[in-house]
């Protein structure tokens, strides 16, 4: 497991629209949560998109380990960047409960693209120097 002191940690609040009719947190909404994870890593919307590039999510995997229920307290979901390619790289998750037990696990293949023809490109020096010191290879 990496150093848990070089996490990005970020807190989301559960909605009780987020519960399906079981009461829990439902399924798809788990993305949603990675999406917040995710801009709270690259923080500068300039770093997502360009004129010269853009990133997609190219493959997302979610092993679940326990329910999320509906609680006034935030779920904290550390992340960071588990590889770091020339086109691609990959951001790890792991979502902790309010009492910080591992609710889930999770994985986002991101792709730099050219925004008009969808091709991967070579990251920007500026995206690249951004991610290095997130990066924590297992």
Do not use: C
């Amino acid at each position: 497991m990496p150093e848990r002191s070089r996490f990005l940690r970020v807190p989301v609040y559960r909605r009780f629209s987020d519960l399906d009719p079981l009461g829990h947190v439902n399924n798809v909404v788990f993305h949603d949560y990675l999406q917040e994870a995710r801009m709270g890593l690259v923080r500068d919307i300039r770093l997502v998109r360009s004129d010269d590039y853009s990133q997609v999510v190219v493959k997302q995997e979610i092993t679940h380990r326990k329910p999320l229920l509906l609680t006034p307290e935030p779920i904290v979901i550390e992340t960071w960047v588990s590889h770091l390619g020339n086109s691609t790289y990959t951001i790890a998750y792991r979502i902790l409960d309010e009492t910080g037990d591992v609710a889930a696990e999770a994985s986002s293949v991101m792709a730099v693209v050219d925004p008009a023809t969808g091709r991967p490109v070579r990251m920007s020096a500026e995206l690249r120097a951004l991610l290095v010191p997130l990066t924590i290879t297992e």
